[in-house]
T-cell receptor
Framework: GESVGLHLPTLSVQEGDNSIINCAYS??????FIWYKQESGKGPQFIID?????DKRQGQRVTVLLNKTVKHLSLQIAATQPGDSAVYFC???????????FGKGTMLLVSP | GAVVSQHPSRVICKSGTSVKIECRSL??????MFWYRQFPKQSLMLMAT?????????EQGVEKDKFLINHASLTLSTLTVTSAHPEDSSFYIC?????????????FGSGTRLTVV
């Protein structure tokens, strides 16, 4: 992800809506990208990952899209639920499981 | 699946004392472990990378004499905050990468909330 900022963007949605969280990364050498969910006071929880040879990957209710041309990553959450409320981070890594760089994070708030 | 245990989850210490945080990979061997620091409403900032049996590599601006990292075995890395000050209060998180032959990728601990009073 890009360098850390001091303000956490917030996305507020209604339960049942689809959510889209965006992320930009800066390292053109990165070939592995991960989305994490972090609840208050806990460590990051793996959601979904994608390698640079793909541009889309789907999981259960989640889809990650990768645009290497503009170094952009997005996470789509279908039928968002209150339990999805958390902070979401993208992270990228160059080859070889070396440094994992985290993006700024987005707080997702889901209203019932 | 891969599990990383981090202990303690919370610690309060007095200024000037040292605090040790442990990070264990429970069901896999970790060649590399990472230590992160996270301030409220901010992202995770990498502090250092530790490889089993060798010295840790610290990120720019991180004092190696203040944040001592030991990775003595393939399942344990420790971070010691020495002579802690209130500004060291933060959420510290470790991550482990399995040795070759697995597909575990990065696995994170549950974090340690350090409060220095």
């Amino acid at each position: 992800g890009e360098s850390v900022g001091l303000h956490l963007p917030t996305l507020s949605v209604q339960e049942g809506d689809n959510s889209i969280i965006n992320c930009a990364y800066s390292n053109s050498a990165s070939d592995y990208f991960i989305w994490y969910k972090q609840e208050s006071g806990k460590g990051p929880q793996f959601i979904i990952d994608i390698r640079s040879n793909m541009d889309k990957r789907q999981g259960q209710r989640v889809t990650v899209l990768l645009n290497k041309t503009v170094k952009h990553l997005s996470l789509q959450i279908a039928a968002t639920q209150p339990g999805d409320s958390a902070v979401y981070f993208c992270a990228d890594s160059p080859p070889g499981y070396s440094t994992l760089t985290f993006g700024k994070g987005t707080m997702l708030l889901v209203s019932p | 699946g891969a599990v990383v245990s981090q202990h303690p989850s919370r610690v309060i210490c007095k200024s000037g004392t040292s605090v040790k945080i442990e990070c264990r990979s429970l069901d896999f061997q970790a060649t590399t472990m990472f230590w992160y620091r996270q301030f409220p409403k901010q992202s995770l900032m990498l502090m250092a990378t530790s490889n089993e049996g060798s010295k840790a590599t610290y990120e720019q601006g991180v004092e190696k004499d203040k944040f001592l990292i030991n990775h003595a075995s393939l399942t344990l890395s420790t971070l010691t905050v020495t002579s802690a000050h209130p500004e060291d209060s933060s959420f510290y998180i470790c991550s482990a990468v399995a040795t070759a032959g697995t597909n575990y990728g990065y696995t994170f601990g549950s974090g340690t909330r350090l409060t220095v009073v």
